[in-house]
């Protein structure tokens, strides 16, 4: 489990901040990449009243590749053309705040279940 109250980033290009198999995560401030900031078989937010944000065309803020718990009261967001903010198999969301692709052709929340 990683709580994190600082800044976690990745400026190279293609970098992505976070990723392993199984990443569980409580975020209250900034967790930032470029072509994601989250990537993980299995995605577990149990918190996030901060920023979760990846900034690359294509890029994906959040890619839970199978499944995907988020609890979300401060802001996903991904920036590039054809951006995803929140990509996942199955995901289970709660929002109360924020989730956007600001990019031109960009989706918010992609699910295939």
């Given at each position: 489990m990683l709580n994190n109250a600082g800044t976690i980033s990745v400026n190279n290009t293609n970098g992505i901040?976070?990723?392993g198999s199984i990443v569980t995560v409580s975020n209250s401030n900034l967790i930032t990449g470029d072509s994601g900031a989250i990537n993980?078989?299995?995605v577990n937010i149990t918190s996030n009243t901060g920023t979760i944000h990846a900034t690359a065309d294509s890029g994906i803020a959040i890619d839970a590749n199978d499944t995907g718990s988020i609890s979300n009261a401060g802001k996903i967001q991904e920036d590039?053309?054809?951006g995803?903010?929140?990509?996942g198999t199955q995901l289970n969301l709660t929002n109360t705040n924020t989730v956007e692709a600001t990019g031109s052709g960009g989706t918010a929340i992609n699910?295939?279940?």
């Open positions: 901040a976070l990723q993980a078989f299995n590039g053309v054809t995803t903010a929140i990509s699910f295939t279940e």
